[in-house]
């Protein structure tokens, strides 16, 4: 843990434990460096990183005070936990699509986006970094360095899980295009059309489509905005059927945002390791912590080579320059000569660079600067939700990525909120989404990737009073004209 | 056409009928450019090609000679019609594989590599358009230019096909990770696990692999390496079976070689509407063609939105790059969805990259350029096949593309003599890796898409006096040890 990250864990603490009371002044940045012995940059860097997790705030001439952001949010959804048992064909394409399209506008405000902003992210630099690769590119390497993929990219995707403590070597890494799909070869590899797949209740969309394309089943366990998927259902769920493969997000889970604590990764690994069931795990917000230090992927308890661990650039360094990767343990042959046969090769000149952008450093500073970013556009976000929303509206406190998910009162249905929403130009990603059933008709997940302004907020007060109105009249459950909802079972 | 085009039209079709005889001397450059009234660089030109269809050979300070080449190339390989009727199950997966890993390494002579040498591709400007594309793309481009890709380019690419005779529009393209990708998602949105797909036998083995993964088995009919399919027997396969699609080349078939005259296509086209059988079309050696013109796609064909059309850039332009394309017709809806769940976006600056590069032109001399090399390279590559190979071997006059089928005579097993040539440093691709049930074990496939010199000579020669030994000593039939083999029903 670096200095600055000590020093503001330990004002967390004293204020956590109610040492520092809200409204309290803090010492000032001379103060602390002076009574500490650090430097002026080590207090401020410290403060940064207390204000974006929603702790304390600067007021102009007058220094920080606490604020103990906590008080001032929406309280936490609960654990949603009416799954049933069993596995069920899965047919969500329809719905997924036509809520992606309607959205996909630049006019149309993103809170349903997938995606953080793009200006997030060094474009520029990455582009010297491309042009370069392409100029300096072996033409051979074209030929040579298809699947697996760039050798020197391999060794330096490695190195950093090494840095971070879990052990990868440059031949485990299978270079994709996007972790999207690393996920489906992965997912190809280890089922055949008909198994059973446990998934996330909700989970993201994607292991859904994923799903449905290779004609899988879906068996949900149900999983908690704080904590991730519940261990106890899912070792019921384990026991009752026979799944081919579990596929969860481990940190910051789209659409939750749940963080399971290192002792839960270990205990998956080990239910899993003693079923002998395959675990593809998405690890693609990993780096989009706000906390001290990156939290372990599942891959780093996997003694079985069991975990297909999957990840990629897109959402930390490079959107669009679709280079992501797996890590596919014990089955790698299967899926390498998978990706082989369905799209060869990722292109070489953003393999060379990409390369080339890692080895000149300062990704770590990008990211740095991107958690800062992403951490206070969620505390408002948050304050926004509970400024704007009806009463009794929940939402879930991420610690990582830029996702927020919320839980409406009973009574609201987003399906017909995003029709709503659409309307003026807003994109809302509703709940059913997430759900292989239709579930979670009461709830939204709200993209907070991009700079907040008052265009954002505007479209957050929209959905409040759009809300409230549904609350106000409650209507009839409406006519199945959804696209795709038929399908939902709904 | 073009006037040189034109004109060594004319100088051919002399050669053909008789008028000039083998050994006769053409008129100088000068005294044609007098009496045709055409400029100098025209029947250099003209003369070019003809030297690079083997029908003429310049001797130095005497100008140029009839050779009439064909008379000096290896017979031409007779239809193979001994597939049986009926579909099987594919297992090539283990052959194929154990046989192109064998042949990766550098060290190794590329005659059984798919890939035409990557210096004869214009890398370095590619590199400048990437640097550009990269440095100008619009950040934006990265979330919204996802499937079905980049406007611009898909525009441009439409351009093309209307400049060529095909009627395609910029919203009939959905872009992709190269061929292959365009060519698996194609499949897999027109049939189901289990379903029975028409491929040519031989076939590229990438098709067979893509039948594997899906669960898919393959109906064989037979492909004359002239020609192409056999209408007839297509016709038969039709009506006994039910076929969910027909996969096939139509231009410069890999391995034979074989180009479908345009009246084939349109029969094939009608033949397959006439059962409502889709058919994909890859399309990626369509431009690497010798003659005056490109050959027309089945595409242009198509009436019923039926033909679901691939192609790339990898061949003929930009190996390494990965950009291909669909022209998936009516089931362009199916196709763009699968390509978003699998593999969301083409990388957003190679699209842009790659658009540049063709808004700057260059792109036809470029492929006049390749053409006349490959077409030099085939004809020293026959002739190295008629010096070297046993009395007996026959071998195909592609007029396209760079590929070699090679038939040796009764009694030499291609599989031993890849292991043997294996090594020797010498790749090899044996026959039965283009069929779903090991025939073509007399047979090889031979790349003549790198600059010929003496290794590439003494290869070949090696190749034939391997195959010579196996003549002279014939073997009881090997024991079954070669990977995957004994899927292969052999």
Request: charged content about 20%; glycine content about 8%; hydrophobic content about 40%.
């Amino acid at each position: 843990m670096k200095r600055y990250e000590l020093l503001a864990e330990e004002i967390a603490t004293s204020i956590r434990s109610g040492m520092l009371d809200v409204g309290d002044r803090l010492p000032s940045v001379r103060q602390i460096s002076t009574s500490r012995g650090v430097s002026v940059s080590t207090v401020f860097e410290a403060y940064y990183l207390l204000e974006a997790r929603g702790l304390i705030r600067a007021r102009e001439r007058s220094g920080y005070y606490v604020t103990a952001g906590n008080t001032r949010l929406p309280p936490e959804p609960v654990i949603h936990s009416n799954c049933s048992t069993g596995a069920h064909p899965v047919r969500v394409n329809d719905l997924v699509f036509s809520i992606l399209e309607s959205a996909r506008s630049r006019d149309v405000v993103p809170l349903a986006s997938a995606f953080p902003s793009p200006l997030l992210f060094p474009l520029p630099r990455l582009a010297r970094s491309l042009a370069r690769g392409a100029e300096t590119m072996d033409p051979w390497s074209t030929v040579d360095a298809i699947t697996p993929g760039s050798a020197t990219l391999r060794r330096q995707i490695a190195t950093r899980y090494l840095a971070d403590g879990a052990l990868v070597q440059p031949d485990d890494v299978v270079i994709t295009n996007g972790a999207l799909e690393a996920l489906n070869l992965c997912l190809q590899a280890v089922t055949q059309p008909g198994d059973a797949v446990i998934v996330e209740s909700p989970t993201f969309y994607g292991a859904l489509q994923a799903l449905e394309n290779l004609g899988l089943r879906a068996i949900e366990v149900p999983s908690c905005p704080r904590d991730g998927i519940c261990l106890d259902r899912l070792a019921q769920a384990l026991a009752a059927d026979k799944p081919a493969a579990c596929w969860l997000m481990t940190n910051f889970q789209n659409p939750l945002g749940s963080l399971m604590p290192d002792a839960n990764k270990r205990a998956l690994v080990d239910l899993l390791a003693a079923h002998g069931v395959p675990l593809i795990e998405d690890d693609v917000y990993g780096e989009l912590y706000y906390g001290p230090r990156r939290p372990l992927p599942a891959k780093a308890f996997d003694q079985e080579g069991l975990v297909l661990h999957c990840s990629s650039f897109s959402k930390c360094l490079a959107p669009g320059y679709r280079l992501g990767w797996a890590l596919p343990g014990r089955f790698r042959e299967q899926v390498a000569r998978l990706k082989l046969t369905r799209t060869l090769a990722v292109a070489a000149p953003v393999q060379e660079g990409l390369s080339d952008y890692l080895a000149r450093g300062g990704y770590d500073r990008h990211l740095r600067q991107l958690r800062h970013t992403l951490a206070l556009q969620q505390t408002a976000m948050s304050a926004a939700v509970l400024r704007h929303f009806p009463a009794g509206t929940r939402a879930s406190r991420p610690e990582g990525g830029y996702f927020l998910w919320v839980e409406f009162p009973a009574g609201v249905d987003t399906l017909s909120l995003q029709r709503e929403a659409c309307l003026r130009n807003i994109g809302v990603a509703p709940g059913p989404m997430f759900s292989a059933r239709g579930e979670f008709r009461n709830c939204i997940r709200l993209n907070f990737g991009h700079h907040w302004d008052a265009k954002i907020e505007g479209a957050i007060a929209t959905l409040g009073a759009l809300a409230a109105a549904q609350l106000d009249s409650p209507r009839p459950a409406p006519a199945i004209e959804e696209p795709g909802l038929s399908a939902l079972g709904a």
